[in-house]
């Protein structure tokens, strides 16, 4: 998998460093392409929360700094690795800038998961950084923790703490199905589970579950009247496969049939059925409510 780094530490040569170069030294053994961005020595301005990103230009930052060399590997990686010395109890100030920039894409499209790697002259200092990293990565994102690892004082590049660090980079393995994030549907005693897509609106709409919607039978799908949330129309598509799921237009639609007619249909597929929950579907009655909600662990613990 790709994995993308941002090492918040200004020194090449520092704890951050070693930590960082002996986890990408594990991952790269198992086969991983690493990433490294070191933030400090890029020039990364403050978010301006001009709201372009959100109003002009979709996922578009309207700072033209160095940020906009890790949007696009941002995008295309499968893990992230926040690395920071710890500074009055949290990031390092320019780690901040990179992570509030992050704004702009939102949902990075295929992150899975992600790790944190954190060095501090002190024990006990963790608890902010390990907030911001469970709360905006882990709930917000909707990603698989695979791993806090911290080094205190004496233990920054103690032989101990690398070799651990290697072994953890070295277990790493591709995000399989295992990981991705599964709509549970359920509607009379019918219950299926549709495999969400990376897609901006489909990370959106994780974050609005549980919902109840109703939905009529057209023939080919179950047409049900829905907002439509965040969504990326460069991520939209013409047609559809039998079994997607449709959200745009105001609709969030089970399209369990019709894929030979669909193509001059534009649709934003946020999810697709397997075939025999597909069939399932097909069972219930014309006029159908479903209950929409995140099968674990995806679900966020306020749910
Ligand atoms: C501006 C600044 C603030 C720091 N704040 C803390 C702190 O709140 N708690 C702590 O234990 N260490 C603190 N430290 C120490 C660093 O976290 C520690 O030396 C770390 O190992 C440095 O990592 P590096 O070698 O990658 O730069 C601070 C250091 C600096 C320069």
Redesign the pocket.
Known sequence: MKIIVLNG???PE????AMIRAYRTGAEKAGHSVTVFDVCRMDIRGCLACEYCHTKAFRTCVRQDDMQKIYPVLDEADMIVLAS?????GFSGQLQCAINRIYAPGYPKKLKKAALLL????HG?YDGAIFAYQNSFIEYLHLEDMGIFT??GSE?QSEELLTRLTAAGAALTDPDDHNVARLVITADDVTVRAKLNGTTAARDLMNRLPMTVTGFDSGIDYCCECADGALDESEMQDGWKNGDINLSGGYFAILYGGEEQSASYRQMIVAHLPEDENRMIQTLPKESVFEISLEEPYRRRDT
């Open positions: 530490s200004p020194r520092g704890n951050t460093a010395p710890i500074y009055y109890h060095s501090s002259g002190d200092v080094a205190a920054n």
